[in-house]
């Protein structure tokens, strides 16, 4: 079994910057790929961002490309969302999620997710 921690969120005015942290314990994680979800009030989960295991692959949803980058170090167990330009539409609860797909943007390919923290880029 795979626990993951995400931390970091908070309160940024649009335009802004945000890093979240995703902690893992567990003997797999160096195994494992992760992705980045987020959930507005009233909207369903969405896909943001995955990276592989070995961090070689990584993929963005559209409305964040250019603007969120994902990076992992193994030997630390963590795994970063950096967030840039941020606006009121990234306004979530943002969860990391691990499972065996190397790099997945839909929510069943993972198995093991955190409790989310919250970003709200907003005045």
């Known amino acids: 079994q795979l626990q993951l921690v995400e931390s970091g969120g908070g309160l940024v005015q649009p335009g802004g910057s945000l890093r979240l942290s995703c902690a893992a314990s567990?003997?797999?994680?160096?195994?494992?790929?992760v992705g980045w979800f987020r959930q507005a009030p009233g909207k369903e989960r969405e896909a943001v961002a995955c990276i592989s295991s070995n961090g070689d692959l990584r993929n963005y949803v559209d409305a964040v490309k250019g603007r969120f980058t994902t990076s992992r170090d193994n030997a630390k167990n963590m795994v970063y969302l950096q967030m840039h330009s941020l606006k009121p539409e990234d306004t979530a609860v943002y969860y990391c999620?691990?499972?065996?797909?190397?790099?997945?943007?839909?929510?069943?390919?993972?198995?093991?997710w955190g409790q989310g923290t919250q970003v709200t880029g907003s005045t």
């Open positions: 999620a691990a499972g065996h797909i190397p790099c997945g943007l839909v929510e069943i390919d993972y198995g093991s």
């Open positions: 567990g003997f797999t994680f160096g195994g494992s790929g």
